[in-house]
């Protein structure tokens, strides 16, 4: 049996909703947690330079943003505001707040609900509005990643549910520093993945990782290594598509019976890390 790599391991603060952001720095710091997620609606705009160095002196990093408004169109999460340039005005915004603190720092964005259905809309939209943001990104050495999500959320928070459109998207785009999303959550069902995460190579800038189980609400997922992903050859074409960043755990858990976020969410944190350790020791176990 061959040595795995080792790899860093980061959760969202999504995974920790009901937590406050300077518990979550503190938790995941004594928790021996390597990165750290921002969700920017845990940050208090006149304190967030000051909360966003505590990061640094716990001894985390910063692996991926998502900002308060992530959106391109509106969506069943963030509705508000519904005009695009004021949405992206406060994308902008983000990116000039958290940017200065991690070079090359990417922020996730999704494309929202397609407008009376209209798929195509969203895809001219993307290239013209997203080709702009990313130039913004980089003047200030950053990055946007774009995450399809799955179809279960469809037409409720995005209007692409696969890699592949996805890729069009970010080929449409055409800038260096826009690129990838990967949620296996949200992917793992997309016929051909494997050749398809490969197929990304560089484009990667985010991976995150939760679990499956049939949803009964919008925000249902599980521990990682206690759903139906199939984690391990998924993390294999990651890792051999050239990805060498953080793998973030991000649970979303609420509308439902004993919701995770109701749980002792240190527990959350050091289950899903033994689940996907043990993904990856499979993900490279050889004979």
């Known amino acids: 049996m061959t040595e795995a790599p080792s790899f860093?391991?980061?959760v969202s603060e999504f995974t920790t909703?009901?937590?406050a952001f300077e518990q979550d720095v503190e938790t995941y710091a004594r928790l021996g947690v390597d990165t750290i997620e921002v969700c920017e609606a845990k940050l208090d705009d006149p304190r967030a330079a000051e909360q966003l160095a505590l990061v640094a002196q716990h001894g985390l990093v910063i692996s991926s943003v998502q900002p308060a408004v992530r959106t391109l169109f509106p969506s069943l999460s963030q509705p508000e505001p519904k005009d695009i340039p004021v949405r992206m005005a406060h994308f902008r915004h983000t990116i000039e707040l958290v940017a200065p603190f991690v070079p090359h720092l990417p922020f996730v964005t999704n494309t929202g609900i397609p407008p009376n259905g209209n798929m195509q809309e969203v895809f001219d939209t993307a290239a013209k509005e997203y080709r702009a943001l990313a130039d913004v990104a980089?003047?200030?050495?950053?990055?946007?990643?774009?995450?399809?999500?799955?179809?279960?959320i469809m037409n409720e928070e995005s209007a692409i549910w696969?890699?592949?459109?996805?890729?069009?998207i970010v080929a449409s785009v055409?800038?260096?520093?826009?690129?990838?999303?990967?949620?296996?959550?949200?992917?793992?069902?997309?016929?051909?993945?494997?050749?398809?995460?490969?197929?990304c190579g560089d484009r990667i800038f985010?991976?995150?990782?939760?679990?499956?189980?049939?949803p009964r609400s919008f925000q249902d997922r599980l521990i990682v290594g206690q759903g139906e992903i199939p984690l391990a050859p998924l993390l294999?074409?990651?890792?051999?598509?050239?990805?060498?960043?953080?793998?973030?755990?991000?649970?979303?858990?609420?509308?439902?019976?004993?919701?995770l976020w109701s749980a002792d969410l240190e527990w959350v944190i050091t289950e899903s890390r033994a689940g996907l350790e043990r993904a990856w020791r499979e993900a490279f176990a050889v004979g």
């Open 17 to 19: 909703q009901p937590w």
């Open 174 to 199: 055409d800038r260096a520093n826009f690129g990838i999303c990967l949620d296996a959550w949200n992917i793992w069902q997309n016929a051909g993945i494997e050749e398809g995460i490969r197929s």
């Open 206 to 214: 985010v991976v995150q990782v939760s679990e499956w189980r049939t």
């Open 138 to 152: 980089q003047e200030h050495g950053a990055r946007i990643a774009l995450e399809p999500l799955n179809a279960s």
């Open 236 to 259: 294999r074409a990651v890792h051999e598509g050239g990805y060498s960043g953080a793998y973030s755990v991000e649970i979303f858990s609420s509308g439902v019976p004993e919701p």
């Open 8 to 10: 860093p391991f980061g």
């Open 162 to 168: 696969t890699l592949e459109q996805a890729m069009r």
